[in-house]
């Protein structure tokens, strides 16, 4: 039989009630409510129900209604789930999406999880997505842009930092996804990027220039040659780092002028690793025999290039007395053994100790310091909870570096 009756306009409202009713709650029982907004609206729908509605106004109908204008109808060999059917084809419940949905996204979830089982990277990976916020961040990006979860995790792979190498921003996007421009500054995939790689180096970063920066030089990638620098003085070779050191300026050296030297060295061949600017203040003004690296906080690509250069040389560092300081120092001594570390004497910590305390996760970075000459300020800090800075003890500093 022909069911084009049920097209009819008029009839909308009353089927489209009805084909809601079902999507929501995947049965046809109860009760449907409808507004029909036309005389001709309110008179087939009653002629079909067999009784009146009130135009303009709120109507509820029982379903049981519908069903039973069926039977009594000429259309009685169908029943309600037919006549949608005919009407809008075959109608997938919220149930039915919600449960297809969760079972797409189980099925990307396995496939993502099946495509790095095999890497040096899974245990981690594995252990990560055990914390909450990791796996909503991977389940996240599974449903909006799955391709740049497969990249990021493509991109923790193959760090320049698993070979001691580096490499330049754009080349690494490049080799990675085809794009060199992907994983480009103030982008939102490079902020997803910058978040996995805190993740996987266990670091926590701030969403400032210099601590992204420092984030990649972690990774063995920089932005570009120029500005990866660090603060030096009293360097010699090259006939400008004469001319410079001659006039005793302090120099700053980024990645590309590191690159191009054929000679560089300092007197004596020692060098001297800060970690503070400020104390260039000091000993600029000092007939120095030795040169110095500031690194301004972690070493960058620049500052790990310019040591490769100088070849032979004695190195002596010395670093704040907090967390991040200790853990610099901790890395330095892990990469060069032969480095001296200077000043962590337990007095200079008393004179550098400041009253601010400091926060149990700042605290809790001092578990990665190994450095057996680190050890007893590592414990000074933990009890007093307060860290120590260079610029306090500039004095001893100096008295200190006059000695060696």
Known sequence: MNLDYFKDENLKILFEALKEKYYKTSKLTGVIKICPQTEEETRKIGLFLGRSLKKGEENIIRIKEVEKSLIQSKFHDYNLGDILNFLYGSILTKQEIQKDLLEKKEEAYQQFIN??????LFPWLKNQLMEKEFLHKVKLLLNRNSSLLYY?????LSLPAHKNTYENLS????KITKDPHYFDLDTSNMSYLLWFLSQYFQVHYEKTRASELELLNLSGIYVDNYSNFVLTYQFHGE???????????????NLDNILKLNHVFAKNQKVIILENPSLLSTIVPLDTKYAYIITSGNPNIAFYKLLEKLENHTFYYNGDFDPEGLLIADKLKKKYPSLNLIGYEVDLFLKAKSEKILRESRLKKLEKVREKDLQKIKKLILETKRSGY????????????SHL
């Open 390 to 401: 260079q610029e306090k003890i500039m004095e001893d500093l100096k008295n200190i570096i």
């Open 152 to 156: 990021i995790i493509t991109a923790l």
């Open 171 to 174: 080349i690494f996007a490049s």
């Open 239 to 253: 006939e400008y780092l004469e001319n410079l050191s001659e006039r005793k300026e302090v120099v700053i050296l």
């Open 115 to 120: 495509t790095f089982q095999n890497t040096f």
